[in-house]
């Protein structure tokens, strides 16, 4: 994607939304370690990890090369403010983590670990 579709996506409402990132991560059974492996750039796991907390959010290029690496488009990241608000409140949050927790499981489940 484009840096100027990046920029409209952005412009269109859409924040990026580091509850996506993570579970799209999880879902592909990716470390921290892992994602900094793929895009080549050792410094990523620590990137990643604040990006994931929400401590940081990463630019447009780094949106971009997320995309490309796991295997989706830059929208995929991107949320409204009402949605991203609605996905921190305590009960979404545990919700959140319990999900994550199952992928995690099932991907284990199927890697024979």
């Known amino acids: 994607m484009r840096r100027k579709d990046i920029s409209a996506a952005m412009m269109s409402g859409g924040v990026f939304d580091r509850f996506k990132l993570r579970q799209r991560r999880l879902v592909l059974g990716l470390s921290l370690k892992d994602m900094a492996d793929l895009a080549d750039r050792p410094h990523w796991q620590d990137y990643v990890s604040r990006w994931e907390r929400g ?59």
């Not at 959010?57 to 971009?64: D, E, L, M, T, V």
């Not at 929208?75 to 199952?102: C, G, Q, Y």
């Open 55 to 113: 401590i940081k959010s990463p630019s447009a290029s780094s949106i971009r090369i997320l995309a490309e690496l796991l295997g989706c488009e830059v929208e995929d990241f991107m949320s409204t403010p009402k949605d991203l608000a609605a996905k921190t409140t305590p009960n979404r949050l545990h919700e959140i983590v319990k999900d994550a927790r199952r992928i995690v499981r099932i991907w284990e489940k199927g890697n024979g670990k």
